[in-house]
């Protein structure tokens, strides 16, 4: 049954389904309708969990590491400065692989002080181990929650997932969205059964000092363990797909790439008014496409590379820098054809940092300035009288 | 990684420095707590010498994440143990040493005790950063020679005295607060049998020599842990939802030379009549202020015999 949702309920409707033990979060825009819902069903009884009102994002952070580390299912969401100021834990989850599962509702980064949207908050953790995935939609991001735990949780996987969703546009926006039913969610995530935990009947040592005799294995094992979660990814996808009878998830989706002779890269919502911008100029005999990148880290390559190898001219566009650098996306995607033969001409664009709106006619922008001319760092909608002398 | 074979659920073998005071108050605290106990540890010495890969020195289930995220890892722990309901026979633990407690872990402690977790904090409190090299903490006292506040023509050692961790605690409205010392082991076993014993938020600072940053003989760490209590520099103290309900009381109070006089870290204040004045009036407020000294012969007296 369909019910029209704000993207923030639908996620708190999807934790709920879930059952989390614990949940704990701090308040930062626009993150807090997720908690609030959440708080609410607690208060309620709809949900039977300890919710736990911290003192900053890093104790949050901890209290999750500390609660699924006792071998309970836990649940955070932050945003930006939040996620900035968790930083450390953010990393060290991964380390202790605990299958933590957040919400980072994608804001902006300080400074200047901006609470609007853009991906420059979960990039600045792209290195931490944990897995990052990427919706587009309400309906994505409520099943991409749902499939999380279910990745992070694999026995043989035991690593943290970020569910990216764009801060505003999809945590308060609307949509009908599909709520699956309680058993629909029992039978597809199985409840958290770890194999080691804080147990009084078998004392274990859990976060102990590592000399370099061990350490780059522990590292090691978390990087190889990210080449088997791209294969359990598209598993959990078709598994998905059976039990909940639509298509979510995976590592990247393809809107008429095929055949097509410009394509743009691009994550999170902005992928909907691309799609929009390729049905427009397809029907207008335009061949152009769009690759939607879901699963960021670990990173997709062979995905990419199959589904870009033909396509002669790529634009990225991304939501996020690189400061001093090319922006990374940008980077990781000319990287996949670095070597190979007859590769596509890859430009990079910067496009809505913190919140600037992406229209119909900048994405159009785009598609025009894609020519055989390779472009590095061209940023979109950039208003250059706001650059002079002045500003600077 | 378990301790099993040991008698103590926090076994030997591990990589302290000899006559290192935490190893001993870390290992009377848990075998007082019993094997229904869970560890959250912040980063320091305590972490690093018990739990080097792949040994532990623990025979509990004991966690280590971050620097000062234990208050919160251990908040995260006893949430999970209230939804799974055993909390009520499992004891948690946050501990860490007088910086993880003090500085850059007090806005987690701070947030576990405002959110009332039923979790002992242990502070074991040497007084200064020993695992990174003898830097200066909240909690050194006034005038030590340490590696951030080293003597100098401009400067005596640290210009600060001690943050009062137990004020802050009872501040938070705690439903037990200690100080201990590890110059009266009994002592800190009953007070962390009290302490588990009473549901909520709870807190001991148990004074620990350390003879590398301290610069004292180790096999002296008991009497200079006796010796801090018997010249009233570190009063051992109890409070009870917030009134102070135990002092131990001292026959014969000491001159702080007494104290001084056995550690490299105040060398340089013993030829200094004036800075010995000032520690003194440390001293002397504290004994004033707890009512340390003994009126009568007939009231409790000090009676705990360190072994010498």
Redesign the interface.
Known sequence: MKELLEGSQAVAEAVRLCKP??I?AYPITPQTHIVEELAAMVAEGKL???F?????E???A???????????R?FTATSSQGLLLMT??VF?IAG?RLPVVMTCANRSVSAPLNIWNDHQDAITVRDSGWVQLHAENIQEALDLHIQAYRIGEGPKIMLPVMVNMDGFILTHGLEPVDIPSQEQVDSFLPPYNPLYK???E??????????PD?YMEARFAIHDTHKDVLRLIPLIRDEFQKAFGRSSGGLVEEYRVKDAEKVIVAMGSVCGTIKDVVDILRQKGKKVGLLKIITYRPFPSLEIYKALKDVPRVAIVEKAVSLGSYSPLLSEIRSVFCGKKNPPVISGFVIGLGGRDITIDSIKEIFKRLTAKQISEEYIDLKPELLGDEFV | MTAETSKHLFGSGHTACAGCGQAIAARLVVDVTGKNTIIANNTGCLEVFSTKYPESAWGVPWIHSLFENAAAVASGVEAALKYLGTKDKITVISQAGDGGTADIGLQALSGMWERGHDILSVCYDNEAYMNTGIQRSGLTPFDTNTSTTPIGSQSAGNPRPKKPMPEIAVAHGLVYVATASVGYPRDIENKVKKAVSIKGPKYIQIHVPCPLGWRHDPQITYDIGKLAVETGLYPLIEYEYGKLTGVRKLSKIKPVEEYLKFQGRFKHILSSPEQIKQIQAIADSNIERYGLKVESVSAPQDKEAGPL
């Open positions: 033990g614990v704990s039977r969990a300890e736990v009102n911290v003192e900053s890093h104790s949050a901890s209290v999750v590491l500390g609660a699924v580390a006792t071998g309970v836990a450390e834990v060290n202790m804080l147990d009084v078998n004392p274990l040592t859990l976060g102990p000092l590592v000399d061990y």
